[in-house]
């Protein structure tokens, strides 16, 4: 009895799009996406303002580039990694002789009528040049340390160009996300702990000889933000406050009255969790911090099924990313660690962050496809 024929890839550029896309990522960013920005609008000064209709530009731009980046094969990626690396290196550079300052601050290069922040783009060069050249390592069962200095070398340029902008929040952040990537290169106890140690020194050293006194400031307001409540330390109180004010269900949107009265500064950069906390209470929160850990879990699953080392250590590298960046900025609005100008991934005003943010899933789904057979 003749058999029918067997199911073969779909033929259309539809039906081989919905088969390379990795409908878990898509699916929470989507997600994320939809809460930031009725998040962003609730706390904007008026609803749809410019800033706001802004931000689905770069939006639109960044999810154009995240498919687009998806269809590219890892192989790819690793062949352009250094060059890669080596252009947003020179950006850095070019910041420092030709950025536009703000706030005190030279971070940003002018394209056009738009501002562009190379640190971060930085966040995912690194992760590529890194990644390729851990890759590339012998797989002894112990890496030595020349290997391990080059590696720290190849994340110290960046970090210092960044730092001399001055940045020191996305210094630590580029350490960290680095850090997190080295931990999973068969690395000893014995190295984890020199590293950090070296870190903690080289802290020590920045705070006694190098720090500015706005950033020693940030650490004091930290330890004791009451002391500081008519100025410095104003807004890490009124973000406790936005946190403690959204009880179990929250206000509901456009509600919270530390947004609606204006009591709270940088709510739509440093401080959005804090809006979204009073006017989405616990529960809100719960859902926005499980989708995060979805989207780090997730990475690590594609790490763990990744079909060599490089792909393995870009998944890694792209969950590190979000997990700092949540991390960092959710302590900050409890007062778990300074303020240090990290945003929260989608939530925060800034079209930089968003297109790498959205960019670095599109590595990630990158990543998930080649899994696949065929």
């Known amino acids: 009895m003749p058999r029918g024929p067997t199911v073969g890839p779909p033929r259309t550029l539809l039906g081989r799009l919905s088969r390379n896309v990795d409908w878990v990522i898509v699916v929470i960013t989507l997600s994320l996406l939809v809460l930031a920005f009725i998040n962003l609008n609730s706390a904007a000064p008026v609803s749809f303002s410019r800033r706001i209709v802004t931000q689905f530009g770069w939006c639109a731009v960044g999810v154009t580039a995240m498919f687009a980046v998806s269809l590219v094969d890892p192989r790819t990626l690793y062949t352009v990694a250094y060059a890669a690396y080596g252009v947003g290196v020179a950006l850095l550079v070019m910041v420092a002789f030709l950025g536009y300052t703000a706030k005190g601050a030279g971070r940003w290069l002018v394209i ?115 002391l ?96 700092w960046h949540v991390v960092i900025n959710v302590g900050m609005v409890l007062q778990l660690f300074p303020v240090v100008g990290i945003t929260l991934p989608f939530f925060s005003l800034g079209g930089s962050n968003l297109l790498t943010m959205l960019i670095a899933l599109g590595i990630l789904m990158s990543v998930s496809r080649s899994r696949l057979p065929g």
Request: hydrophobic residues 50%; positive net charge; aromatic residues 10%.
């Open 228 to 323: 500081y409540a008519d100025d410095e330390g104003y807004q890490t109180i009124q973000a406790m406050i936005s946190v403690g004010n959204g009880g179990f269900f929250g206000r509901g949107v456009g509600e919270g009255t530390q947004n609606v009265l204006r009591f709270l500064p940088e709510r739509l950069t440093d401080f959005p969790f804090a809006i979204f906390a009073e006017e989405w209470g616990f529960v809100g929160c719960a859902v926005v911090l499980l989708l995060y850990a979805s989207l780090v879990l997730w990475s690590l699953h594609l790490a763990s099924r990744a079909r060599d080392r490089f792909r393995a250590l870009l998944a890694i590298g792209v969950g590190a990313l979000f997990f």
């Open 112 to 226: 056009g009528s738009s501002r562009f922040q190379p640190s971060e783009l930085m966040k995912i060069l690194l992760i590529l040049a890194l990644a390729r050249y851990l890759h590339g390592l012998p797989r002894h069962r112990h890496t030595p340390w020349r290997n391990l200095l080059q590696a720290l070398s190849m994340v110290a340029v960046p970090v210092v160009l960044v730092v001399r902008q001055p940045d020191l929040g996305t210094g630590i952040f580029l350490s960290l996300v680095a850090l997190s990537m080295l931990a999973v290169t068969e690395l000893r106890l014995k190295s984890l702990l020199a590293i950090g140690s070296s870190g903690v020194l080289a802290l020590a050293l920045m705070w006694r000889y190098g720090m500015l006194n706005y950033q020693r400031l940030r650490i004091d307001v930290w330890l004791d933000p009451e």
